[in-house]
């Protein structure tokens, strides 16, 4: 690959300077040295600098509050020999905040011509930045883009969906990204259904079906004071088996894309953190998806109290003749089953290469704390993270009012979240699916997870792709999403940092998928 430009840096302006790197790649289309991109662990990073440094014709050196960094000082002077000697061109960028009066700043780069951004959307000087690169003034690139737009034909409007699969298949090319699947994609039994039936066991509501219906949680609730708490857990459970019919399209187009994307060889892109799907959804649907399209993968149980993780790794996944597939586990253990039982799925689900790992004495360094570690270092990529509990594991369902109350109140303390899945968290775009912004699980995720979330907001985008008409009419959150879509969009953007994408699930994974090969 041919580069334009070389970029210099210091750590501590590492996230502004990557906004820049994205705005130069995917606004003026050049192709730039970042060494985030380009270097992976183990690489000699210094032989990687030094060889970049002779190859290219254009330096770009971003100067923040602190001045040059350790390691920048000498990138600088090698592109300034080489500007001496009229073979590279060096372009001095003063980051948002700098004055280039500061004395810190070398008298040798006030010399020359310096790019002042005023802020990381400052576009003319946006534009005199790429004039640098390009060596071409704003004024006649302009003009050059003028001419070559259609005169007579109308600009078309603009379409969220097709600019938000555009920036995460590029983003692909060098990195994860992350998804969150709610409830809304079940399709055996919605949340209204499991509400309904907690009700009528009750003999809250008769026979006919109500119109409407309160949320999961506030039955869960009221479930847990007139019965037991203790039976929540094990009566939705059974609620849900009955429940196994087809599994959702979307579920498998998630499943053949992730397939995909961590099939590719080593050597294509230069991604540092995992793929990773955090799901609010209590069956084995998603697994049955990802078993089915023969594709090994790491689950992350939550339990109810915080304070245990449940893990399965399935390790090799094979299909066979007859509807058949088999499972190898790490120690060479394998469990053969038939595709068409969900039954011997789910005992599969449970039982393969399973083991439990207690969060409270990983926080406090124990040996917990290297078993999880280990984990984390040999695991089968993808990463399933079920935060709400599943289907087949004792104690982990969080579905009452109280039980999310209970959640978020213990997270600060016990951090809940494993550090490894905050990681890839903060550092990744998300694609929540099936989930509208007033669903209570979504909320509860979110609080959950808000301290991973807020790291990068504003630099990685957040999408939810959920039709606003798609949804069980019997949905209280579905009826006020559906009568209020673009105040609450608005105030998804504004609140949680989520763009709202009227489309389906489904659909939004194929056009991903297709582009991103």
């Not at 662990?41 to 290219?56: F, H, Y």
């Not at 709610?182 to 009750?202: H, N, Q, V, Y």
């Not at 394998?334 to 790992?357: K, Q, T």
């Not at 993808?382 to 004792?394: A, C, E, F, Q, T």
Request: negative net charge; proline residues 5%.
């Amino acid at each position: 690959m041919s580069y334009d430009a070389f970029l210099s840096y210091s750590r501590e302006d590492e996230d502004e300077v990557t906004r820049i790197a994205e705005r130069l790649r995917d606004e003026a289309n050049l192709q730039v040295w970042f060494d985030r991109w380009e270097l992976v662990p183990g690489d000699p990073w210094q032989e990687k600098l030094e060889e970049a440094l002779r190859q290219l014709n254009t330096s770009v050196v971003f100067i923040g509050r602190k001045g040059l960094g350790n390691w920048q000082a000498p990138e600088v002077r090698a592109a300034l020999n080489r500007n001496a000697e009229r073979r590279m061109r060096v372009v001095p960028v003063a980051l948002p905040g700098v004055d280039v009066k500061d004395e810190r700043i070398p008298l040798f780069l006030k010399n020359l011509d310096f790019c002042l951004l005023r802020s990381l959307d400052d576009q003319p000087n946006f534009e005199r930045l790429v004039a640098g690169i390009t060596g071409v003034h704003p004024r006649f690139a302009r003009a050059a883009q003028a001419a070559a737009r259609p005169v007579a034909t109308a600009p078309e409007p603009p379409d969220p969906n097709r600019e938000a699969i555009a920036y995460l298949q590029g983003h692909l090319e060098n990195d994860a990204i992350s998804f969150y699947v709610g409830r809304g994609l079940m399709s055996a039994l919605t949340p209204c259904d499991i509400t309904e039936k907690l009700l009528r066991s009750l003999e809250l509501i008769g026979d006919e079906a109500p119109a409407m219906l309160p949320s999961l949680d506030l039955a869960a609730n009221y479930y847990a004071v007139k019965s037991d708490e203790n039976r929540l857990q094990t009566d939705v459970a059974s609620i849900l088996r009955q429940g196994h019919l087809e599994i959702p399209e979307a579920y498998g187009e998630l499943a053949l894309l992730l397939r995909d994307l961590c099939a590719r060889p080593a050597g294509r892109g230069r991604r540092r953190y995992r793929h990773l799907v955090i799901t609010s959804v209590l069956d084995t649907m998603i697994e049955q998806a990802f078993l089915r399209a023969g594709m090994g993968f790491t689950r992350f149980v939550q339990s109810a109290s915080g304070k245990r993780l449940d893990i399965n790794i399935y390790d090799q996944v094979e299909l066979g003749a007859g509807g058949f597939a088999r499972v190898t586990e790490r120690s060479g253990y394998h469990h053969s089953f038939p595709l068409d039982s969900p039954d011997d799925m789910d005992r599969v689900i449970e039982e393969c290469d399973a083991r439990s790992v207690s969060l409270e004495q990983a926080v406090a360094g124990a040996p917990d704390a290297a078993q999880l570690a280990t984990v984390f270092n040999e695991l089968r990529e993808p990463i399933l993270y079920k935060l709400h509990g599943s289907l087949d594991v004792r104690d982990s369902f969080t579905l009452s009012t109280e039980q999310y109350y209970e959640a978020v109140s213990r997270s600060p303390a016990h951090k809940a979240v494993p550090e490894q899945i905050a990681q890839i968290l903060s550092n990744t775009p998300i694609v929540c699916l099936g989930s509208r912004i007033l669903d209570p699980d979504f909320r509860l995720s979110y609080y959950l997870l808000r301290k991973c979330l807020e790291v990068r907001q504003g630099h990685i985008r957040r999408f939810a792709v959920h039709p606003r008409d798609l949804g069980d009419q019997r949905d209280c959150s579905h009826q006020m999403g559906l009568r209020a879509w673009s105040r609450l969009a608005n105030w998804a953007t504004t609140r949680y940092g989520v763009e709202m994408l009227d489309m389906r699930s489904e659909l939004f994974l194929k056009q991903l998928r297709g582009g991103a090969r």
